[in-house]
T-cell receptor, first 114, second 115 residues
Framework: DGGITQSPKYLFRKEGQNVTLSCEQN?????MYWYRQDPGQGLRLIYY???????QKGDIAEGYSVSREKKESFPLTVTSAQKNPTAFYLC?????????????FGQGTRLTVV | AQSVAQPEDQVNVAEGNPLTVKCTYS??????LFWYVQYPNRGLQFLLK??????LVKGSYGFEAEFNKSQTSFHLKKPSALVSDSALYFC?????????????FGQGTTLQVKP
């Protein structure tokens, strides 16, 4: 089945640690996105990539980093510089070149600082 | 700037009754509008979209949405609610001016359908 796979589903981070969230898609989509979801705040864009080996900061990129070495993969690293990382993280992808195309979402990773 | 507003944090409806979840938007140019649903601890599932054409858009699971240009609204509707429709609903608009392809989301509306 085609889709987006995020792993792990739950992740616990100690203070000062970096952690990496995985996102893999087999939809052959060019564009990939990372969103952060907090209660009552909707979804906010962290980083996006419209093509392999290129990515751009979104609205809340501080304390996060990404890479896009393969079309299928867009991992997100939450660094120790992110002061409030506890949240639900969603990865999405969409075909490029079509404003009317919907984005497809993974099942999310819930990150908790312990 | 492009934006979307969902004025209700929660909507309560009895099973079998019609439901409406409200969304208003502010865009420059033509709007590309979307509705998604999220069940607890899950990702977002696409329900329907408005690109152009008929103002009444039909989507998944019996949902439909009415695009109203003069009122800049895109309300989600269903003629007869099910308990299983209880979830968090997001309205979104494509951010055309930024050329990023990103979606701008509303705050979300929790739909509670009671038996």
């Amino acid at each position: 089945d085609g889709g987006i796979t995020q792993s792990p589903k739950y992740l616990f981070r100690k203070e000062g640690q970096n952690v990496t969230l995985s996102c893999e898609q087999n939809l052959n989509h060019d564009a990939m996105y990372w969103y952060r979801q907090d209660p009552g705040q909707g979804l906010r864009l962290i980083y996006y990539s419209q093509i392999v080996n290129d990515f751009q900061k979104g609205d809340i990129a501080e304390g996060y980093s990404v890479s896009r070495e393969k079309k299928e993969s867009f991992p997100l690293t939450v660094t120790s510089a992110q002061k409030n990382p506890t949240a639900f993280y969603l990865c999405a992808s969409s075909p490029s070149g079509g404003a009317g195309t919907e984005a497809f979402f993974g099942q999310g990773t819930r990150l908790t600082v312990v | 700037a492009q934006s979307v507003a969902q004025p209700e944090d929660q909507v309560n409806v009895a099973e079998g009754n019609p439901l409406t979840v409200k969304c208003t938007y502010s865009v420059s140019g033509n709007p590309y509008l979307f509705w998604y649903v999220q069940y607890p601890n899950r990702g977002l599932q696409f329900l329907l979209k408005y690109i152009t054409g008929d103002n009444l858009v039909k989507g998944s699971y019996g949902f439909e949405a009415e695009f109203n240009k003069s009122q800049t609204s895109f309300h989600l509707k269903k003629p007869s609610a099910l308990v299983s429709d209880s979830a968090l609903y997001f309205c979104a608009v494509r951010d055309i001016p930024s050329n990023t392809g990103k979606l701008i989301f509303g705050q979300g509306t929790t739909l509670q359908v009671k038996p």
